[in-house]
């Protein structure tokens, strides 16, 4: 299971390995005095590590033995904040908190059974948010000596604790059950000694806010999408006023904590924006977009813009704009698997399904073949969302003479509330009708091969996978990664984090116990009438293994081919290289099998 076999007897030019080698990422990119800092992850070793950069440098400051990643809410987030000499950091293995000097070993700076994520340095102290069992709540903790104070708690949730240049104000993001951070939350302040906080805004209107941000003069701004999409809004005698901003989301669904896509700069801002899908950069009236079509984690000094930025034909980066000349220096990443001519490039797709329509990205098979086969994306989330960058996922497809839609169906982010909305209670319905009709439009317009189509997803997009297969007639095999098959077994396992997502998704497990029966997969394991592959990691607490063990042992007992894989050393994504790229391959060599070619 660890190691990664040949993929054929024939050469080929682009192995499971090297797509998943280079599908090394970036996030929390931060700059402060003593210049730059990002946290990398690189698949040989699932690590995530923070590295430094300074005077055209760059130095990995976490030493062997850690890894920089938080588990709060399981998707953490805000891993590490800059101190004024170093870093503090959450360490994946015990989820503590660690002090580190850029010429020093880590210190453990906390103890116990806390968890921590969303770091924030300000006035000596770490702000955090601070998760215990089920139990959840804003910290800050000295420095010097460890010593901890709650700042706020009595709410279900916290995020992005941050303090005005002054240090009298103190703003935050809340919210309570049943919400989800993009359905429902609060922007908090609180002054002086933060002992009364008051709502600004989230308690008259049900609205998603994020990304709380004071100026130099401790004007208070966020994003909120009570205007249709996530936009700046600025803090007025009057309360909240629109801030003149692009009618697009700024942001994506805060699934994780510590997220940057815009910066209030003077009377102006820096930020980001989508576009048909593509990510647009801006500072103020200035566009700053270039070749990149996504940006993530802004920063910016006088001289530069920084961020992770990507595009069609390079993978992730760190890059910095100078701000003058608008020229472009990759600092660390952004190096193509693949020369550009051989680089399937993304075609927006907007096509009708159902009543309404739906978007993603086309990407042509590199083999010339006029109509090849298919395999539909299906992101995770669902509430979440794909981008037109350059995946080496969807390219080991596009190389091997396959097209691929990648799909943001109705639920996606990125395309205003509205659009985000259309999944509640209509999950399994929407989704499904989207991936569909994907391959009807395709088909129709002669790209592709309609009878040789396939799905796959991991996580929620595993089970729009399986609903897809056992409620239409569409696709000849499927692929579900971590993919939920019984979504009330999910309800009862599931984390706090997404312990009501279900509610909002499908309904009430008890009052609406048919309309889960009528999209439980698992119950209807037998209108599956085309070969499933599985994949799933053993310790997964997100969707525990007995899912897939159950619905496995559904379709082999109604005689349908099917194929599991296991893998005892993941969780919920799959995260060591030799895993994800065993898995690739398998499910590419199941697809062959499936179409009757050999390897």
Same mark, same amino acid.
């Given at each position: ?24 990422? &970036? ?9 730059? &800092? ?64 850029? @010429? ?29 069992? +089920? ?20 709410? @279900? ?57 004071? @100026? ?32 697009? %989301? ?36 200035? %566009? ?102 350059? %995946? ?56 592709? %091969? ?57 309904? @009430? ?30 310790? +997964? ?48 060599? &199941? ?7 050999? +390897?």
């Amino acid at each position: 299971m660890n190691e990664t076999r040949a993929l054929s007897s024939r050469a080929e030019p682009f192995s499971a390995l090297q797509a998943v080698a280079a599908g090394m990422d &970036f996030a929390e990119l931060q700059l402060g005095v003593n210049g730059l &800092f990002w946290n990398e992850y690189r698949p040989e070793d699932a690590a995530c590590r923070i590295w430094h950069w300074r005077d055209g440098v760059a130095k990995r400051l976490t030493p062997d033995g850690f890894s920089v990643r938080s588990r709060v809410y399981e998707y953490g987030g805000g891993a590490f904040c800059l101190t004024l000499d170093g870093v503090v950091f959450v360490n994946e293995a015990d989820q503590q908190l660690y002090r580190q000097t850029l @010429d020093g070993e880590p210190r453990v700076l906390t103890s116990g059974d806390c968890r921590y994520g969303d770091l924030h340095f300000a006035n000596g102290r770490v702000l955090a948010v601070e998760e215990q069992l +089920d139990q959840h709540r804003l910290v800050a903790i000295d420095l010097a000596g460890g010593a901890r104070q709650v700042l706020a708690e009595g709410a @279900d949730f916290y995020a992005a604790p941050t303090l005005s240049p002054n240090g009298q104000r103190l703003a935050w993001i809340e919210w309570s059950r049943p919400h989800q951070p993009w359905t429902s939350t609060r922007l908090m302040v609180a002054e002086g000694d933060f002992s009364a906080p008051r709502c600004v805004a989230g308690e008259q209107v049900e609205e998603s806010i994020q990304q709380p941000r004071f @100026d130099a003069d401790g004007r208070l701004y966020c994003l909120t999408d009570r205007g249709g999409h996530w936009q700046p809004w600025g803090e007025t005698s009057a309360g909240l006023q629109a801030l003149p901003s692009a009618e697009a %989301d700024h942001a994506p669904a805060p699934w994780q904590l510590g997220g940057c896509t815009w910066l209030p700069v003077g009377d102006q801002f820096l930020a980001t924006w989508s576009e048909a899908g593509f990510g647009r950069l801006a500072l103020g009236d200035e %566009d700053f977009t270039g070749v990149y079509s996504r940006f993530r984690h802004l920063a910016l000094d006088e001289q530069f813009i920084y961020c992770i930025a990507a595009s069609p034909i390079s993978p992730s980066a760190v890059i910095a704009i100078d701000r003058a000349s608008h020229e472009e220096k990759v600092l660390a990443g952004g190096i193509a698997p693949l020369p550009a001519e051989h680089i399937s490039r993304p075609q927006t797709l907007r096509y009708p399904s159902g009543s309404g329509e739906a978007h993603g990205f086309f990407y042509p098979a590199m083999s010339g073949e006029t109509q090849p086969p298919l395999v539909v994306f299906i992101h995770g989330g669902p509430t979440s969302a794909c981008y037109p960058m350059l %995946d080496p996922r969807i390219q080991y497809w596009t190389q091997r003479g396959f097209a691929v839609a990648d799909l943001n169906y109705r639920g996606s982010s990125g395309y205003g509330r509205e659009y985000r909305q259309a999944l509640h209670l209509r999950w399994g319905e929407v989704d499904v009708e989207d991936a569909c009709a994907v391959v009807s439009y395709l088909a129709g317009e002669g790209l592709i %091969d309609g009878a040789n189509a396939f799905i796959r997803g991991g996580s929620a997009g595993g089970y729009t996978t399986l609903c897809a297969l056992a409620f239409r007639q569409v696709f000849r095999a499927g692929a579900s990664l971590y993919g939920v098959s019984d979504p009330i077994a999910l309800g009862r396992a599931t984390h706090k984090f997404e312990g009501d997502y279900l509610d909002w998704l499908i309904g @009430d497990p008890e009052r609406d116990a048919e309309r889960y029966a009528a999209r439980t997969p698992l119950l209807h394991a037998n209108n599956i009438s085309v070969p499933v592959i599985f994949f799933q990691g053993e310790l +997964d607490a997100v969707v525990v293994p007995q899912q897939t063990r159950d619905m496995v042992a559904a379709l082999e007992r109604n005689g349908i081919p099917v194929q599991a894989h296991y893998y005892p050393d993941e969780r919920h994504g799959f995260r060591r290289a030799a895993n994800q790229a065993h898995a690739l391959e398998q499910e590419w060599k &199941f697809y062959r099998r499936v179409m009757g070619l050999t +390897d």
